[in-house]
């Protein structure tokens, strides 16, 4: 993959910070405001370009969203890019997790505040809803018109979802066996000779063999060493997108190292997704728990360093990997599976509301993202004020 250089750093800054500031609701909305922009608006990108990153970054370990902030900025302007980029998408949340940790953990915050997050997190599931069904021309075309492959396209699709609800971490897995599958399939309509264009039996390089779940491995650590650690678990080690690294960061931060209390914790959990940016930001909060301002930013560093080593150290071999046949196979069965699995991602999300009143909330979501195809930052705060009101009115919070 080779950056075009068409594109001033300065816009990339404007544009992708503009992005970090508004990008309430984690992944999925980050996914479609990047696609907005690059593909729909700028038409910086080409729509199979923005799918294969989605699918690339989804085989990653750490926060995807932000991997594929990096690397559509490294597509405009290179390393200098993929730097501005991911910097302006990630500084906008991280500063105000910061300044909210510094009010929430100091002691009980206001009901409203509450009221606000449990509002915004109802619409969250709508978002991932959302965001999957506007993936889905795209890669459905790509699939190709036989009643076969788009019936394969569907098992992808139904794999992922199902994993995303049922396996958590192991996620990685169902999408790396799709993509392969496809390979096999594909192989076998071509007679066996894998790409059919006369390479020579050329060998497209397979996932990476560290593409497995990596458990958390308790140690002597304290400190700012073991606030290192969680966060480099979160950044490096963990599978299967920011919400699966929740309950890791509470057996560390609540139960092993008592940083927080679990009411603590929930409040950090609340701000990572009411503030705009990735998720992952909730590892600021914990980081600020352990050692102050200090930890936080450290905790911040350390989570996010790898999504940019991973994008400055393996996109100039994107293209080339693009253009194999193999690699081609292997991301359209992959695309499918990912596209499952962000809307997958709604159930578990759905089914931690707990009280009647987001239901409702999440029901205004999805009509107006959806069925009325409106704005996802609008909708958050619209939900966040909703919420704010609900509790005002005497009802109870999430």
């Known amino acids: 993959m080779e950056w075009t250089g068409r594109v001033g750093l300065d816009t990339i800054a404007a544009q992708w910070g503009r992005i970090g500031l508004l990008g309430f609701g984690g992944p999925p909305a980050h996914i479609l405001l990047l696609r907005r922009l690059c593909v729909e608006q700028r038409r910086w990108l080409e729509p199979d370009e923005f799918e294969d ?12 969203s932000t991997q594929l902030a990096v690397l559509t900025a490294w597509r405009l302007r290179g390393a200098p890019g993929a730097l501005v980029g991911g910097f302006c998408f990630i500084a906008p949340g991280l500063v105000l997790i910061l300044a909210l940790s510094a009010f929430f953990l100091a002691g009980h915050p206001p009901l409203w505040v509450l009221g606000a997050a449990a509002g915004a997190g109802a619409a969250v ?10 993936l889905i021309p795209g890669s459905f075309a790509r699939a190709g018109r036989g009643s076969r492959a788009r019936a394969r396209w569907a098992g992808y ?56 779940p990596v458990l958390p491995v308790a140690g002597g650590l304290a400190g700012l060493g073991a606030v290192a650690w969680v966060a480099f678990k979160v950044g490096a080690l963990s599978y299967g997108g920011g919400f ?33 940016g990735p ?13 102050g301002v200090g930890g936080g930013l450290l905790a911040a560093a350390v989570a996010f360093a790898p999504s ?20 081609q196979d292997f991301l359209t069965g992959a695309g499918p599976a990912v596209i499952g699995a962000i809307a997958g991602s709604a159930v578990p999300l759905a089914a ?6 987001q239901w409702g909330v999440l029901a205004g979501a999805l009509l107006w993202l959806v069925a009325a195809r409106r704005g996802v930052v609008l909708t958050l705060l619209a939900a966040g004020g909703a919420g704010a009101l609900a509790v005002l009115a005497g009802l109870p919070p999430a």
């Open 125 to 134: 599931p709508a978002v991932a809803v959302q965001a999957a069904t506007s």
């Open 157 to 212: 699709a139904l794999a992922g979802a199902v994993a995303a609800i049922l396996t958590g971490p192991w996620l990685v897995l169902v999408l790396v066996a799709a993509g392969l599958a496809e390979i096999a399939v594909r192989a076998r309509a071509r007679g066996g000779d894998g790409d059919g264009d006369g390479d020579g039996g050329r060998r497209a390089p397979l996932p990476p063999a560290a593409a497995l």
């Open 53 to 64: 990153g989605i699918a690339a970054t989804n085989l990653l370990p750490g926060p995807a």
């Open 244 to 276: 699966v690294i929740i309950p890791l960061m509470q057996a560390d931060a609540v139960h092993r190292y008592h940083w927080m209390t679990d009411g603590q914790f929930l409040n950090a959990v609340a701000l990572g997704q009411v503030t705009p």
């Open 279 to 291: 998720v992952v930001h909730t590892v600021a909060a914990v980081g600020y728990a352990a050692a």
């Open 308 to 327: 940019f080593l991973f994008v400055l150290l393996g996109a100039r071999h994107f293209d080339r990997l693009r253009a194999d046949r193999r690699v």
């Open 352 to 357: 931690a509301l707990g009280r009647g009143w």
